[in-house]
């Protein structure tokens, strides 16, 4: 079936402005979470969702961000008044978790490039 | 808590020369080891992954990684490079006993020389 797809593949916004990402996640997996990959770097952990609850939101860098998934599908990542630090890749990742990790595998999507000017 | 140290962010080799990839990580719980691929402008691709099961671990396009608990390593090999294979490789690591968050390094580019 399909893949983890993101939309828009590309944004660029003026510092200030707000912006919204989606992640449509491989359908029927329970799990979503949310990376930022700075220019060079690893992906980094931003937030967790298991279906429509977020279960985790630690990565977050400020109260600017902000992730939701309502029907525990679709999730959408918000960053309110972008700053230059928030030019980055974020990608999305789902995954369906089986009984104690057994399902282990994480799939990405292509990712969202943000530059903020 | 847990990390991941990738030694070298950027190793060239040859065309057909071994590639070693190295990786070490820190977990305070059993972990599952990852090695991923990104290629330029494209999204992360899963290489293999250690989940138990067996401590040498063969993957897409040959690589394989090899678990070593004593050296807390989780090297990444393939005995003969191709072009092909040029692009930034990510070693990951996450906590077993629950659904979580995937711990990356910061990444190894890998250049093929002709």
């Known amino acids: 079936g399909a893949g983890v797809s993101q939309s828009p593949r590309y944004k660029v916004a003026k510092r200030g402005q707000d912006v919204a990402l989606r992640c449509d996640p491989i359908?029927?997996?329970?799990?979503l979470f949310w990376y930022q990959q700075a220019l060079g770097q690893g992906p980094e952990f931003l937030t967790y969702f298991q279906n429509e609850a977020q279960l985790d939101k630690s990565g977050l860098p400020s109260d600017r961000f902000f992730a939701e998934r309502p029907e525990g599908s679709v999730s959408t990542l918000k960053i309110q008044r972008t700053q230059q630090e928030d030019s980055a890749v974020y990608l999305c990742a789902s995954s369906w978790p089986g009984p104690q990790g057994t399902q282990e595998t994480q799939y990405f999507g292509p990712g969202t490039r943000l530059l903020v000017l | 808590a847990q990390s991941v140290t990738q030694l070298g962010s950027h190793v060239s080799v040859s065309e057909g020369a071994l590639v070693l990839l190295r990786c070490n990580y820190s977990s305070s719980v059993p972990p599952y080891l990852f090695w991923y691929v990104q290629y330029p402008n494209q999204g992360l691709q899963l290489l293999l992954k250690?989940?138990?099961?067996?401590?040498l671990v063969k993957g897409i396009n040959g690589f394989e990684a090899e678990f070593k608990k004593s050296e807390t390593s989780f090297h990444l090999t393939k005995p003969s490079a191709h072009m092909s294979d040029a692009a930034e490789y990510f070693c990951?690591?996450?906590?077993?006993?629950?659904?979580?968050?995937?711990?990356f390094g910061k990444g190894t580019r890998l250049h093929i020389l002709p």
């Open positions: 990951a690591v996450r906590n077993m006993n629950r659904d979580d968050k995937i711990i």
């Open positions: 250690y989940t138990s099961a067996a401590t």
């Open positions: 359908s029927g997996h329970v799990s």
